[in-house]
């Protein structure tokens, strides 16, 4: 519900008045994230500080799932963000959320990922830097997912599975707002639903507002992607060339038009490295290959450049602290959970 560029958040106009309406004042805020009272009426703030606001909220709340729960739905329609808009007057459920995940490049710093199968469809929440964010943010965006359903139908939408990394408080007030079971210490935080309400219309939907709306966000995630960092345009080529083998710095810098002593230095500028930059793609590629059950682990070794198996095996154990077989069947468990548990 915010707008993220180049580690610049901007906070909607909504967001201090829905906590007012909370009884949560904006400078007690500001008191308890130890930030200058100026970052009230400041357009943007960083995601240090982003992060210390949702923390002090947290905090000042007191249950995690409370303060989910009522910031969800006491936040008006009228005063979402374009980003937000664009969603809420799309076609119908499904285009809501592939358009959030879209624009949410343009959001917070995290980042969804949506896997349809079977009856159900999942919608996965990752973070865009290494340490993720207050665990209420997380609550937060997934209670606001299922929210934008039930305004845009205009149904009471009923999820079939959450599962949250972290604890999140009361545990029956969630089950009784997402209308399902909610399940915390998860691998990651996912909002998993029921794939036929994604075809249900918007009630919502206003064509002639997306036709404004469309072409202006997709200007300016176009001017983001092409803004983006050295080091995000470094992993992007590594991914690329990962199937040839290991991504040698010379091809890379040559690519981007530089001596490999200048890419080095401007990464380390960015406080990283070519090195690390090489094992988050490794990571975050192997995370992507292994969620395609149709990889076996033998080609996902290939496509990740390297000779062996048991070379990928030992990786992948000091990334995930498990094995790749073992790691895809965790990822599984929930659509078996699915298709046994009673709903």
């Not at 039930?150 to 959450?162: K, M, S």
């Not at 040839?244 to 230095?265: F, H, N, Y």
């Not at 990786?315 to 990822?331: I, M, Y």
Request: net charge neutral; aromatic share 10%; glycine share 6%.
């Amino acid at each position: 519900m915010s707008s993220y560029t180049s580690d610049r958040i901007k906070l909607p106009p909504g967001f201090w008045a829905a906590l007012h309406q909370l009884g949560i004042a904006a400078q007690d805020i500001a008191r308890k994230a130890r930030l200058p009272h100026t970052m009230i009426t400041s357009p943007t703030v960083t995601t240090d500080q982003y992060f210390a606001i949702w923390q002090a909220y947290s905090d000042l709340i007191g249950d995690t799932a409370q303060g989910i729960i009522k910031l969800a739905t006491v936040f008006e329609t009228a005063k979402y963000p374009p980003t937000v808009l664009a969603t809420y007057h799309a076609r119908d459920y499904r285009d809501a959320l592939n358009r959030m995940a879209r624009y949410k490049q343009l959001c917070p710093p995290e980042h969804l990922r949506i896997t349809e199968q079977g009856e159900f469809a999942a919608i996965e929440l990752g973070w865009l830097q290494e340490h993720p964010g207050p665990p209420l943010l997380a609550g937060i965006t997934l209670a606001f997912l299922l929210e934008l359903g039930r305004r845009g139908t205009g149904q009471p939408l009923t999820a079939r599975l959450v599962e949250f990394s972290h604890a999140m408080g009361d545990r029956q007030a969630l089950e009784a707002y997402f209308g399902c079971s909610v399940r915390m210490g998860a691998e990651c935080s996912r909002l998993i639903l029921h794939r036929s309400d994604l075809d249900r219309p918007f009630v919502s939907f206003n064509e002639e507002l997306l036709d404004i709306l469309t072409p202006v966000l997709d200007r300016s995630l176009d001017d983001l992607q092409g803004g983006r960092s050295l080091s995000e345009n470094v992993k992007r080529l590594i991914q690329r060339s990962l199937p040839e083998g290991r991504p040698d710095i010379q091809v890379v810098a040559k690519e981007l038009g530089m001596s490999d002593r200048t890419l080095q230095r401007r990464l380390h500028d960015e406080n990283t490295s070519f090195k690390h930059l090489l094992t988050q793609a490794k990571r975050e590629q192997a995370r992507a290959y292994l969620a395609d059950p149709s990889l076996d682990i033998k080609e996902v070794a290939f496509l990740l450049g390297y000779e062996d198996q048991n070379s990928f095996y030992r990786a992948f154990r000091l990334w995930e602290g498990d094995t790749p077989s073992n790691w895809r069947v965790k990822q599984e468990g929930w659509r078996r959970v699915l298709v046994t548990e009673p709903y």
